[in-house]
């Protein structure tokens, strides 16, 4: 059976919070609401989009969740194409990780709260695209924490929820990764707090990148 390593994108892989938030204002003060604090903003990183703004905005009608929605998509667009969002940079150790893993004979995947249209472009800036056997986002799965993503990824590399692990920074992560039966593994550097990750399942919450290969080994 084979071994399955899956990993969140925002957060996890690539730190892209600046991006997040700035489109975030734009699409709030487009629409003249008040925009977030990034704290809050930080919260629902990883959750689809619909959901996202829905627990932003909890007391709204949902039919305003998904036209902001669509708002951020444009927002997120219009300022890159403008210049003022740079691409993402990898979290320090996540290249030296996916190398070893690789080498190591684990398949890699992607589990995002992203579109794939936004995952492909954040791989392809870091040259990581043709290093993951699965891809699955919000345009094709339910949100985080649903399972799907992950039954899918396991389905799709030939793997088994107990050869799988999904490595993620947020509570969502953990959550779907419990829900799928999978392994849980938790990162410190993102945008969740340890005790959030240890809460919602995590088995463990590694501080750096270069420690996930070793664990994962001794699994």
């Not at 003060?29 to 704290?39: C, I, R, S, V, W």
């Not at 992607?110 to 695209?129: C, F, P, Y």
């Not at 050869?163 to 969502?172: A, K, P, R």
Request: net charge negative.
């Amino acid at each position: 059976m084979n071994r399955l390593a899956l990993f969140d994108c925002d957060g996890t892989l690539v730190d892209s919070q600046a991006s997040i938030c700035l489109a975030m204002e734009h699409c709030f003060t487009g629409q003249k609401l008040e925009p977030p604090a990034h704290a809050a903003i930080r919260r629902i990183v990883g959750l689809s989009l619909v959901e996202a703004i829905a627990q932003l905005l909890p007391d709204a009608e949902d039919d305003l969740h998904r036209h902001l929605a669509e708002e951020y998509k444009r927002a997120y667009f219009a300022l890159r194409t403008a210049g003022h969002i740079e691409d993402e940079p990898l979290y320090d150790g996540i290249l030296e990780a996916i190398e070893t893993l690789d080498a190591n004979g684990w398949l890699l995947g992607v589990a995002t709260g992203k579109s794939d249209r936004g995952l492909i472009r954040v791989l392809e800036a870091h040259g990581l695209r043709q290093r993951f056997v699965t891809l699955q986002t919000a345009d094709r799965h339910p949100s985080k924490p649903h399972p799907s993503m992950i039954e899918t990824a396991i389905a799709e590399a030939g793997a088994a929820p107990e050869t799988t692990v999904m490595i993620g920074d947020t509570s969502f992560d953990m959550a779907m990764a419990v829900a799928a039966n999978a392994h849980p593994l938790g990162v410190a550097w993102g945008y969740h707090t340890p005790h959030d990750l240890h809460a919602a399942g995590a088995v463990r919450v590694v501080e750096h990148a270069s420690a996930i290969p070793a664990y994962l080994e001794r699994l």
